[in-house]
């Protein structure tokens, strides 16, 4: 891509995914970043770490009403998870359609939650469900300077604006 082509706004959305525990301990690490890397999607931040019980009750602070919460946020702090920012076009929608429903019985088979778990409470996933939580969770779990800004070469293979 010519440097002095700009790349439009719409192709620089991002969200923020999430591989929980289940996840990572059933080996599935791969499985969902290839997903997301061969659909098109850039990644620009990621970690490996195991999260505190009190970031994962920030993090899902908006549920603190629900009899689940704290069973969530214990299992969430109880191993490690993958938190990564991904960037392109719709890719807070689109990741959704990707991850399947909250409950994975409900999910189709070619979503990841459709093809890889059962129970509710063990979707293997997370992903921000708007533009403005995608937001939130960035500035939550990544500084600006952990994001990172390059571009992909394969850029306009995937799009053609
Ligand atoms: N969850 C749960 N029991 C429920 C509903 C939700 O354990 O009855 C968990 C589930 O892992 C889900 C998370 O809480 O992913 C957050 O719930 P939310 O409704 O935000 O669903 P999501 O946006 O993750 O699909």
């Not at 293997?124 to 600006?144: P, Q, T, Y």
Request: hydrophobic share 35%; glycine share 8%.
């Amino acid at each position: 891509r010519a440097m002095s082509t700009k790349v439009p706004e719409r192709n620089k959305e991002r969200s923020f995914i999430m591989i929980k525990p289940n996840g990572v301990q059933r080996g599935l690490i791969g499985e969902v970043i290839k997903r997301f890397e061969q659909k098109g999607y850039k990644l620009v931040a990621m970690k490996f770490m195991q999260a505190s019980e009190e970031h994962m009750q920030k993090h899902y602070t908006h549920l603190q009403s629900k009899a689940f919460y704290p069973g969530l946020c214990k299992y969430m702090s109880s191993s490690p998870v993958v938190p990564m920012v991904w960037e392109g076009l719709d890719v807070v929608r689109t990741g959704r359609v990707m991850l399947g429903e909250t409950n994975p019985g409900d999910s189709l088979p070619g979503t990841i939650r459709g093809d890889f778990c059962l129970h509710v409470g063990r979707n293997l996933v997370h992903g921000s469900d708007s533009i403005e939580n995608a937001n939130k969770e960035i500035a939550l779990w990544f500084r600006e300077d952990e994001i990172v800004t390059y571009t992909a070469g394969q850029y306009d293979w995937v799009y053609d604006d």
